[in-house]
């Protein structure tokens, strides 16, 4: 059995070092079905500039091509949006782990409606990271989550 604190741990150290550059703290790492790093990445829209580029995007892209992503598990620091939300559906990853839904709560629902496994882990790291951030940062936060302040 697969520890889901252990690959959050992968997301964790993503989403602090996303914030030590100065974006917002959002990590993911995907996985394969026996806990093998395929890829890791952060959410980085205000360092590249790109608007398209969150976490789980990264780490998808990062992990490369495959034939299926069934057997595979995206490891997030917060619930995914919408967006991401749909990469997980569009190509079929299996499984997410969610590290905190308290100060997001995005489509992991609605994957779990159309069956996707989800384990939320309420991790309290993850939840005071976030916490604090959109408390320093509102202006980011609300830019990143598409909300006007």
């Known amino acids: 059995m697969i520890d889901a604190a252990r690959l959050l741990d992968t ?25 093998k790093l395929l890829g890791r990445g952060r959410n980085r ?9 969150h976490a789980e ?23 995914p949006c919408w967006y991401c939300s749909g990469l997980v559906r569009q190509f079929g990853i299996g499984a997410v782990v969610v590290g905190e839904s308290r100060t997001f709560t995005g489509g992991h629902d609605w994957l779990a409606e159309h069956g ?25 936060w609300f830019e990143d989550i598409g909300v006007p302040e």
């Open 11 to 35: 997301a964790l150290a993503e989403a602090r070092l996303g914030l030590s550059e100065g974006g917002i703290p959002i990590g993911a790492a995907l996985f394969d079905a026996d806990g």
């Open 57 to 79: 995007i990264d780490a998808f892209r990062n992990a490369g091509r495959r034939r299926d992503y069934r057997d595979t598990i995206m490891v997030t620091t917060l619930s």
């Open 116 to 140: 996707v496994s989800i384990t939320v882990l309420d991790d309290p790291r993850c939840v005071d990271l976030m916490t604090r951030f959109i408390a320093e940062r509102p202006e980011l």
């Open 45 to 53: 829209r205000v360092q590249s500039g790109d608007p398209s580029l």
